[in-house]
């Protein structure tokens, strides 16, 4: 299996997927961690991939997204964005907006928790 078909039916037959450094319980990076740390903090269901496990995929999800950087998230097979994007969207209230469109569960206390504390 090629790493562009891995990734995409990795992000196909997941609703929430975050390729990130390390794994969602020991990230590897501090952006990988910061992205971990929210979705795990808000309850999010995610599969995670490790892109130091194998450089193909490392490589390949660059190119599946035309995304130069480590972590991306994807939500129900669309690409939403790394670190910066992910923070600003947490922040905004635009991420639970795009979880509660795609039906996914999340604990709104806790994202709300996440607002009030970068206030």
Request: glycine fraction near 8%; charge should be negative.
């Amino acid at each position: 299996m090629t790493a562009e078909t891995q990734i995409k039916e990795t992000v196909t037959n997941n609703d929430v997927v975050l390729f990130m450094k390390g794994t969602k319980s020991m990230p590897q990076c501090g952006f990988s961690s910061r992205v971990a740390g929210v979705l795990n903090f808000m309850g999010v269901e995610f599969q995670d991939v490790n892109v130091l496990a194998d450089e193909d995929i490392r490589q390949g999800i660059k190119d599946y997204s035309d995304w130069p950087t480590i972590p991306q998230l994807y939500v129900k097979g669309e690409f939403v964005g790394g670190c910066d994007i992910i923070t600003e969207m947490t922040l905004s209230g635009e991420l639970d907006t795009l979880l509660d469109e795609n039906g996914v569960t999340y604990d709104k206390d806790a994202a709300n928790k996440i607002r009030e504390a970068n206030a």
